[in-house]
């Protein structure tokens, strides 16, 4: 089956740091730029990172630059993203999507990061 | 970067009619790096229309997409049940790529 699974969203204070992981399955995920996007509550939808197929190039959107890291490892099929210093305006939902030349075709369940004290 | 405006904020339709949905860019947009998406309550995003007119995987052809440059058209040719749900358009030809707010089709 081709799926994407995320983890690791949870509570966490304001400045605090956390990391999220997506497990690819069912198709060549070294074959895919792959996304990070986020849905604040009752909000739209935000790009926040891509990463090309082997790691190298990697772009962010101006809120998150200098804060939040995506990296993958092709070997384990996983996407990742690093955040800290989160903020109150990081609390969303944060899916992971196969970014197929710019356009989500595929996207996960996501996973809900909510950064309060 | 490039905003993205959604029109109306909320269409209010029957089943069985059509709905047009608009989707306009601060800078023009390549046809080709423009996407349409759906998503129903408590679900994720489905992937729509790409390249502005092609419809993805298993999209019924109730759904067309068209325009160019700024202005952007996504249409239901007759509302089925399962269509009254939020749509989005997202551009990706110059990063950061960007989605618009959303409308939100409802039944009258």
Known sequence: ?117 | EIVLTQSPGTLSLSPGERATLSCRASESVSSSYLAWYQQKPGQTPRLLMYGASNRATGIPDRFSGSGSGTDFTLTISRLEPEDFVVYYCQQYNTSPWTFGQGTKVEIK
């Open chain 1, 1 to 117: 089956e081709v799926q994407l699974v995320e983890s690791g969203g949870a509570l966490v204070q304001p400045g605090g740091s956390l990391r999220l992981s997506c497990e690819a399955s069912g198709f060549s995920f070294s074959s895919y730029w792959m996304s990070w996007v986020r849905q604040g509550p009752g909000k739209g939808l935000e790009w926040v990172a891509n990463i090309k197929q082997h790691g190298i190039e990697k772009n962010y959107v101006d809120s998150v630059r200098g804060r939040f890291t995506i990296s993958r490892d092709n070997a384990k099929n996983s996407l990742y993203l690093e955040m800290s210093s989160l903020r109150a305006e990081d609390t969303a939902v944060y899916y992971c999507a196969r970014d197929w030349y710019g356009a989500f075709d595929m996207w996960g369940q996501g996973t809900m990061v909510t950064v309060s004290s």
